[in-house]
């Protein structure tokens, strides 16, 4: 079965940057639209940001102008560009299709 992995995250401080990617665990994600989701301790999960097969974008108030949403043409790989993080943006990011969810990958920042 084709799973999917996030990959990017990491420690960064306030105001800096990570991109951080999902892919397949192997060939083409194969998605019509895909989400990425976060979860910080003791929270449930939000929702960050989504782009469909076509292009088309969609972002939560909260991370809209600061991050992007993308994916390569050859459709294997989906990116989120965070720019000018903040400590509440500090959760584990997980990528779905709405079929699959992958293990996350953790970002945090600090003040």
């Known amino acids: 079965q084709v799973q999917l992995v996030e990959s990017g995250g990491g420690l960064v401080e306030a105001g800096g940057s990570l991109r951080l990617s999902c892919a397949a665990s192997?060939?083409?994600?194969?998605?019509?639209?895909m989400g990425w989701y976060r979860q910080a301790p003791g929270k449930l999960r939000e929702y960050v940001a989504s782009i469909t097969a076509g292009g088309s974008t969609d972002y939560a108030d909260s991370v809209r102008g600061r991050f992007s949403v993308s994916r390569d043409k050859g459709m294997t790989t989906v990116f989120l560009k965070m720019n000018s993080l903040k400590p509440e943006d500090t959760g584990v990011y997980y990528c779905?299709?709405?079929?699959?969810r992958g293990q996350g990958t953790q970002v945090t920042v600090s003040s």
């Open positions: 779905d299709d709405g079929g699959r």
């Open positions: 192997r060939g083409l994600l194969n998605f019509k639209r």
